[in-house]
């Protein structure tokens, strides 16, 4: 399981979380997603901890906690939903029938 950390500043580091988390327990690992387009840190990391335990003890005491002028969310990470890819009828349309084999 890992934990989500929401409304981070925008120049937070991977070693400012590990040095803020590594006092609840072991950090394993923290991932900052970035924008595509731009590079620059969407604003939230997940941080993956020792023991669920540890993770715990680092939501309760982080959670709507102040940290670089901002208020922090830090609650479990949901797991990722999948957008799938190939939704039917996503274009629309049909009808017509054997019209379109009039036109060619």
Do not use: C
């Not at 620059?40 to 997940?46: I, L």
């Amino acid at each position: 399981m890992s934990i989500y950390v929401g409304n981070l500043a925008y120049e937070v580091t991977q070693e400012d979380l590990t040095s803020v988390f590594t006092e609840y327990g072991t950090v394993q690992r923290v991932h900052i997603p970035t924008d595509r387009e731009t590079s620059r840190p969407r604003g939230f990391a997940f941080v993956e901890m020792g023991s669920e335990a540890e993770e715990d003890k680092a939501i309760e005491a982080l959670d709507e906690a102040e940290w670089m002028g901002r208020e922090l969310k830090v609650n479990k990470a949901r797991p990722r939903k999948d957008n799938g890819g190939g939704s039917r009828g996503s274009f629309g349309g049909g009808g017509g029938g054997g019209r379109r084999n009039n036109r060619f």
